[in-house]
Each structure stands twice: as C-alpha cells, then as structure tokens.
C-alpha cells in the first residue's frame, strides 16, 4: 500500500549538487487524493533535485499513459500523457505554499513531500477533452471535409464583410452620440472651465 511517505525527500542529509528521484505512479498513488478520474495509471515520474547553500531548486517530468473513456464513444483507452514543473524551495520563518511554483519551509525543516506536486502536474497535463485517438482522426478529416467547400478568396470576402459591418457600427454609434448630447453636459462643462 502506498502512502505519502513514499514521497518525502530528506533534503537536510544530501551533499550540494543535483539528487535524481523516480517514482512509478499508479492508480493507488490517486486514492491518496480522492481522485478517481483513470481507469488505470503507468506513468514514470523523475525529480531531479538542485541542493544549493540556501535554496532547493526541483524539476519534475513524467511520461506515460492513463486509461480513461472517450468522451465521444465512452470507450476506453490509454492516453499518452507527459509533462514538467518547476519549483523552487526556500526557507523563511512560516511554511508558505501559496505560490505554484515557489515553495516556503521553515528554517530548520530537513523534510518535505513532492506527491502534491506530482499529483497536480499530472492531473493538469490530461486534457479536457479526452478522444480516442481513431475518433479524433475521423472528426479531423469530417472538418477538413467541411471547409473545402470554401477556397481562400470566399473566406477573405467574409473576413472583409465582417470588417465593413463592424466599421458601420461603429460609425452609426459615434453619429448617433454627436446627435444626442443633452444641453445641460454643455454648462456642466462651461463650470469647469470658467474656474
């Protein structure tokens, strides 16, 4: 059973320079979070930690797949998923996570857990719209379909038409306000001149 301990870096008893961490993420990593979005989970995570004189400096990357269902078929399949972060680690008088991308610890802390990060990045590199990859070849081809019937000079006359119906408006709207000014704007403004 995994739990978050399996994701704290002793950073206090490291030497000075670069630290590679891995970590194999599957679905019981997620059950830590209540998240319950994949079917199955293989990602390979890395963390490659930068331990300076006065700051921590972490890189995390991860590549792999989530099994989830298509939004169109409601079949599932595996989504190739990879992304990166970037945090860095300093050291203040309170604890301060307030910011994505920097991390406070209070002085004399040797210990922190990167699962939180972990979790987001992945959860942030699904996207919104998840389509089988066979489905989404057809819809590319279905669109591609349905703009050939328009060639470049059709849709360079709607871009103009929409242009010149703007510019009309625009016009009608500055004559319309010329004509509707009410008289007493004009002394309003014959008050601040005389002062």
């Keep these: 059973m995994i739990s978050e301990k399996d994701f704290l870096i002793q950073f206090s008893g490291l030497k000075l320079g670069t630290h590679q961490f891995e970590y194999t993420i599957e679905n019981d990593f997620f059950n830590l979070f209540n998240y319950s979005e994949f079917n199955s989970t293989n990602i390979q995570v890395t963390v490659n930690l930068l331990k300076k004189q006065t700051m921590l400096e972490l ?3 991860h590549k792999g797949t989530v099994n ?3 939004d169109v078929t409601n079949e599932d399949f595996d989504l190739p998923i990879e992304g990166t972060l970037k945090l860095l680690v300093k050291f203040g008088n309170e604890f301060n996570n307030e910011n994505d991308e920097l991390l406070i610890l209070p002085f004399g802390e040797f210990q922190f857990s990167v699962a939180q990060y972990i979790y987001e990045m992945i959860a942030l590199s699904v996207p ?14 279905e669109f591609e379909d349905d703009l050939d019937f328009l060639d470049s000079d059709d849709l360079e006359m709607i871009n103009e ?22 008289p007493r704007w004009d002394k309003l403004k014959q008050l601040l001149t005389d002062k």
């Design 161 to 182: 038409d929409d242009f010149l119906e703007e510019e009309t408006n625009e016009t009608e709207e500055n004559s319309d306000n010329n004509k509707e000014i009410d």
């Design 128 to 141: 919104y719209k998840r389509v089988h990859p066979d489905i989404a070849a057809d819809y590319e081809e």
């Design 59 to 61: 890189d995390f990357s």
């Design 68 to 70: 989830v269902p298509c």
